[in-house]
């Protein structure tokens, strides 16, 4: 009988699974930036226990998803192009460096993932032009980090991208095809310094794109209302 069963992978823990269900709705804009989130209502809600609840509040306020204010209270932050600034100050540095680390060592298969993910992009593009299109350049980006082959790197990118999830997800679903495919077109500009493995080619298209995606992002902001803290 042992032979004849596969072994089960364990499910994720409910700290992980309540984690999970509070970043989504946050990200996703579910819950409204400004309110509350009330220990005891939260766990109620998601049927959990105020400890699980407790624990994954403190990991979402030290990356940046929610914070704590003067009287104590822990709310999702407000979308600010300040904030979006910074964080993808910080982001142009990292994605420049994974993309310089992998240009010497990636591989013809990985450079063939990289491809695909290219191709279906545009396709997602040409049939939906919606925020859709965006899941594969996401995977775009973790091949590179993947190759990177840098866990600290790997880290705060991570901690970064999450923060920028929620801008992305507010803005986003208002781009149209025409701004995704000048995000497409900076893919192919990284993934043609990759297959050359010139490395500081690469980390300056990777930088370029980080830029451009930061304009076309605050931009769509802009019209979703969104200010600079001076301006609010």
């Not at 105020?50 to 990991?59: G, S």
């Not at 310089?100 to 298969?109: D, G, Q, T």
């Not at 396709?123 to 859709?132: H, N």
């Not at 350049?137 to 866990?151: D, G, K, M, S």
Request: with cysteine; glycine share 4%.
């Amino acid at each position: 009988m042992d032979k004849a069963l596969p072994i089960l992978e364990s499910p994720k823990r409910l700290n992980e699974r309540v984690f999970d269900a509070l970043s989504n709705a946050i990200v996703r804009g579910s819950l409204e930036p400004g309110k509350p989130l009330i220990v005891v209502e939260t766990a109620e809600h998601l049927g959990v226990s105020r400890t699980p609840v407790r624990t994954a509040m403190r990991q979402l306020e030290q990356l940046g998803l929610l914070t704590s204010t003067v009287d104590n209270k822990v709310v999702v932050p407000p979308l600010s192009l300040d904030d979006l600034e910074n964080l993808y100050v910080v982001r142009e540095v990292l994605e420049g460096l994974a993309a310089r680390l992998a240009a010497p060592v990636i591989s013809h298969e990985q450079l063939s993932t990289l491809e695909e993910c290219v191709a279906e992009t545009f396709d997602l593009i040409e049939s939906t032009g919606t925020l859709v299109a965006l899941k594969q350049p996401e995977r775009f980006h973790q091949v590179i980090l993947e190759v990177a082959n840098n866990a600290q790197l790997s880290r705060i990118h991570y901690q970064i991208d999450l923060q920028i999830h929620r801008y992305r997800f507010a803005a986003l679903t208002k781009v149209d095809s025409t701004l995704l495919r000048g995000g497409l077109e900076e893919h192919k500009a990284v993934l043609s310094a990759l297959a050359a493995h010139d490395a500081q080619l690469a980390e300056k298209c990777a930088r370029e794109h980080v830029i451009h995606a930061k304009e076309r992002l605050a931009a769509s902001l802009r019209l979703l209302g969104a200010t600079r803290q001076s301006e609010g």
